[in-house]
């Protein structure tokens, strides 16, 4: 059962600017961190921007003034706004929210979203 549904990915220029959105499909009050991941071809997934259990929010450096995240509880929705986008920024994007109930960590994915930064 699909819990986590991206859309938003695309082509853009350098320069240019995508948004990111997560359908969340469980009840967000119930979840620990969400935000989002990306994977480059060849490379390792790696964290890009997320609210951790405390309701802060986290970026990686690359992304930091760049991007920023935010969330509707009311909507279900993670959004993640990209601007200033790199050819190096090209990546699959994936949702993450995570749970913790009874020391167990349950970890939900989304399918990815593609994003293409070229001339």
């Known amino acids: 059962q699909v819990q986590l549904v991206e859309s938003g990915g695309g082509l853009v220029q350098p320069g240019g600017s995508l948004r990111l959105s997560c359908e969340i499909r469980?009840?967000?009050?119930?979840?620990?961190?969400m935000g989002w991941y990306r994977q480059a071809p060849g490379k390792e997934r790696e964290l890009v921007a997320t609210?951790?259990?405390?309701?802060?929010?986290d970026y990686q450096d690359s992304v930091k003034g760049r991007f920023t995240i935010s969330r509707d509880f009311a909507k279900n929705t993670v959004t993640l706004q990209m601007s200033s986008l790199k050819p190096d920024d090209t990546a699959v994007y994936y949702c993450?929210?995570?749970?913790?109930?009874?020391?167990?960590?349950?970890?939900?994915w989304g399918q990815g979203t593609q994003v293409t930064v070229v001339s």
């Open positions: 993450h929210a995570d749970q913790l109930y009874m020391g167990v960590q349950t970890d939900f």
């Open positions: 469980i009840s967000m009050h119930s979840l620990n961190t």
């Open positions: 609210f951790t259990g405390g309701g802060n929010t």
